[in-house]
């Protein structure tokens, strides 16, 4: 793994009105390392996701990426640039078929990535390829939002509660794909409320209160956190 | 009187799916009514008439130079406007504002430019000929501009179905932001949809005095009106689902002008009233982005 970070978040503030959905946040990560990213709802983990993905822009701090600023960038050019994102309510294109939902991805894309037919495997969609995608169960539709932000050949990958909803078989079937994500040198950032989940994918986890950033380090340390057990617990 | 009010309703529908289409397209894909669409109808109107009657340019070339010409335009608003409306806080209620003001000056300047006075073409224009269908005898002018309009709806399928720019214009009508991380350039592909959605308007609007009788600069608040009617009643935001609310709206509006003429003039109205009441997502309506 390598230690110059690919995706450094430099004091990102966001706002929403008066509300700071982002106050200050800092983060860093490396290629082919995967970040958890933890808090309760309204803690600020997919708006810290979307200003990375370029679908926010923040108030305040900077994103770097290959050491570049790219702040400002709009979602198309990120990615182009090798930043794609998963989405915590995936849409897929319904009128099109699954295979048709990744040739788009395919046709647009800008950097090498795995074929088609490989990636509607490594999903578990070859069977649903010629189906519409508006047919897909939403835990299918989940992965096939994997599928196709992964056609546009990511070296960095933010995923977004894609966990919920799958059996626990299907859950560490997923964990091993991320893992094999990542070992093939994809940075992943990941949002999840299953930390279990989580555990067995990183031992590096950012718990995120109110916008900001509370804890970092592993979930075994994160649970003996006073503040992370006074934001979960209440206590 | 009932082969020819059905014949005569579905050459008529074909021409109002022609003028829906557009219409559709563009709220399809930036989830903006363009209250403007009439009017730009109407200037493809004028713009056939100029090109008869000053150049002799048959209506059937001038559907093609307004195409080219609308979509230079459509494109242009776009850029001009349509990015910055988007970063607004209520894009959707402020689009109404926006191509309602645009209505309004183009309905004004046109006043200024062309007057008020009632102008149309020839029924001659498009062919002198009369063509036998099913016993019941028709204008040639009719019958060439249901198939212009034909034509220019197969293109639109082509163009949606069969090329690389028509399913980026799928996935933007299917989500925004999914399209725009699929690696597609969001404000390209929507540029081009409204520049092809103004050219389908304008490509009705030569072919509009042959079906609607004589033009004016007011005609294109009706006509959004109507074509509004049409496109619900197909589905909104499913260009495609035009061509069957254009063949009813076509077909209903013959039968009324056949059977009850004092009331024909309701059918836009009372159509849109039935499918709200009893289908309100449209004949072939499914769930359509939420924008």
Not at chain 2, 170 to 193: F, K, P, T, Y
Request: with cysteine; proline share 4%.
């Amino acid at each position: 793994m390598s230690h110059n970070p690919l995706l450094v978040l430099e004091k990102i503030v966001k706002q929403f009105g008066q509300f700071r959905a982002l106050d200050g946040v800092s983060l860093s990560l490396s290629p082919g390392e995967i970040l958890g990213l933890v808090g309760p709802n309204g803690s600020g983990k997919t708006t810290c996701i979307n200003v990375i993905a370029g679908l926010y822009r923040p108030e305040e701090g900077s994103v770097f990426f290959n050491g570049n600023k790219i702040t400002k960038y709009s979602l198309t050019k990120m990615a182009h640039m090798g930043i794609n994102r998963t989405f915590q309510v995936p849409k897929p294109f319904k009128s099109l078929t699954v295979r048709e939902n990744l040739i788009i991805a395919d046709q647009y894309a800008k950097r090498p990535h795995q074929p088609l037919e490989e990636l509607l495997d490594f999903v578990g969609l070859t069977a649903y390829a010629s189906r519409e995608a508006g047919s897909l169960n939403s835990s299918q539709q989940k992965l096939l939002d994997l599928a196709r932000a992964l056609a546009t050949g990511p070296s960095l990958l933010l995923i977004d509660e894609l966990a919920a909803g799958l059996n626990p078989s299907e859950l560490d079937k997923m964990a091993e794909k991320i893992k094999h994500l990542a070992e093939s040198g994809i940075a992943i950032l990941l949002v999840e409320h299953l930390l279990g989940f989580i555990n067995s994918l990183t031992k590096r986890v950012i718990v995120m209160n109110a916008g900001k950033e509370i804890f970092e380090g592993d979930l075994e340390s994160a649970a003996k956190n006073p503040e992370v057990n006074a934001v979960y617990l209440g206590g | 009187m009932l082969v020819y009010t059905v014949i005569s309703g579905i050459l008529f529908g074909l021409f109002c799916s022609l003028m829906g289409i557009g219409l559709n397209l563009i709220f399809g894909v930036m989830r903006f009514v363009n209250l403007a669409h009439g009017d730009f109808l109407m200037l493809g109107a004028f713009g056939a008439y100029f090109a008869y009657t000053l150049y002799g340019i048959s209506p059937a070339i001038s559907v093609v130079i307004n195409m080219i010409v609308m979509i230079v335009i459509g494109a242009l608003i776009y850029y001009a406007f349509v990015p910055r409306l988007l970063r607004s806080r209520d894009p959707e209620m402020l689009s109404l504002i926006f191509f309602f003001g645009i209505s309004q000056v183009i309905e004004a300047l046109s006043v200024i430019f062309f007057t008020n006075n009632p102008r149309s073409i020839d029924w001659s224009a498009l062919g002198t000929a009369n063509y036998q269908l099913f016993g019941q005898s028709f204008q040639e002018s009719w019958v060439v501009s249901a198939l212009i309009s034909v034509i220019a709806i197969v293109l639109v399928y082509f163009y949606l179905y069969h090329t690389k720019l028509g399913y980026a214009t799928r996935a933007v009508m299917g989500s925004l932001d999914e399209a725009a991380s699929s690696g597609i350039n969001v404000h390209r592909v929507s540029a081009w949809a409204m520049g092809i959605g103004l050219a389908l308007a304008a490509a009705a609007g030569a072919l509009s005095p042959f079906f609607l009788g004589s033009i004016t600069p007011n005609m294109g608040s009706d006509i959004t009106t109507t074509s509004f009617s049409i496109i619900i009643i197909g589905s909104l935001g499913n260009p495609l689902g035009t061509v069957i609310g254009g063949l009813i709206y076509g077909l209903s509006s013959m039968f009324m002008q056949s059977y009850i003429p004092s009331w024909a003039n309701l059918v836009p109205y009372l159509l849109l009233f039935l499918i709200l009441l009893f289908k309100p997502s449209g004949l072939l309506g499914k769930v359509v982005r939420h924008a």
